[in-house]
């Protein structure tokens, strides 16, 4: 069983920035496929960012967010990570990183075998 753990949202201004993380145990890090996602209030949780298993050579994002978010891991911390710049006030949501056994990038939240509790980001105009 892999336990996830987020930290590092907040509130900021728009077009600052904040670096989420998601601590992972439990498990064999590396071979999982790791992802964030977010809901905002009212609306459906939607994919944001996720990244390979392994050295995570492969990324991929939300239209919404390339360009502005990163994702990347270090798999020696069992931690994997998103850069946020460029924040904007629709990026306010509930952010969550989701591990999956598939080792290769997934986009929808039911390819996801555990979820973290989830970490608030509040963006102000």
């Known amino acids: 069983q892999v336990q996830l753990v987020e930290s590092g949202g907040g509130l900021v201004q728009a077009g600052g920035s904040l670096g989420l993380s998601c601590a992972a145990s439990?498990?064999?890090?590396?071979?999982?496929?790791m992802g964030w996602f977010r809901q905002a209030p009212g609306k459906e949780r939607e994919f944001v960012a996720a990244i390979s298993w392994g050295a995570g050579g492969n990324t991929n994002y939300a239209d919404s967010v390339k360009g502005r978010f990163t994702i990347f891991r270090d798999n020696p911390k069992n931690t994997v990570y998103l850069q946020m710049n460029s924040l904007k006030p629709e990026d306010t949501a509930v952010y969550y990183c989701a591990a999956t056994k598939y080792g290769s990038i997934r986009y929808s939240e039911r390819s996801y075998d555990y979820w973290g509790q989830g970490t608030q980001v509040t963006v102000s105009s």
């Open positions: 439990g498990g064999t890090f590396s071979s999982y496929g």
